[in-house]
């Protein structure tokens, strides 16, 4: 059997279309079950799919770790490439930076030290930000890590 689906403008005195257009509304009132398999590699896309948004969903959620979330607003694995960055990284992930529980003030603006003042909100260190996001970090993979390294940040 062979069956050719084709749209046809309803109500332009096509022969045998009134009679086609009256039998699919009553079909739409009958219930009907089809049933069709679903391969493994769509299960398994689909299954990925739904796990990612939740991993989103939960990550957004979250209450502890806003500042790493500002760094890194989407879930995911990320993939470093060099050990050595992963000190750093992770004190950041964890925001066990030295000046964490610092009571200092900042030499350029004299509001608190924070690892977020220094990254973003300092006015005397924006050049340094900028010679960073230029020149560096096309080399390092922890821009590429922290996207958000990469842009204008002055929202935070």
């Known amino acids: 059997m062979r069956v050719e689906l084709c749209w046809i403008p309803a109500h332009c005195g096509i022969q045998g279309n009134e009679k086609a257009d009256g039998e699919a509304k009553l079909g ?4 009907h079950t089809i049933q069709t398999r679903i391969g493994k590699t769509e299960i398994k896309s689909i299954i990925n ?3 990612k948004e939740e991993w989103q969903n939960m990550w957004d959620r979250e209450t502890k770790g806003k ?4 760094l890194v607003p989407k879930a995911g694995p990320k993939k470093i490439k060099f050990t050595r960055q992963l000190e750093p990284l992770n004190r950041l992930r964890m925001g066990t930076t030295r000046y964490k529980h610092a009571n200092r003030e900042c030499g350029y603006c004299r509001k608190k030290v924070t690892t977020e003042h220094i990254l973003f909100q300092c006015p005397g260190l924006v050049m340094p930000r900028n010679y960073l996001r230029n020149n560096m970090c096309r080399q390092l993979p922890c821009c590429t890590f922290f996207p958000n390294l990469n842009s204008d940040a002055s929202h935070y």
Do not use: N, P, Q, T
């Not at 739409?28 to 219930?31: A, G, K, N, P």
């Not at 500042?67 to 500002?70: A, E, I």
């Open 67 to 70: 500042f790493f979330r500002k």
């Open 28 to 31: 739409l009132d009958r219930e």
């Open 49 to 51: 799919k739904k796990m």
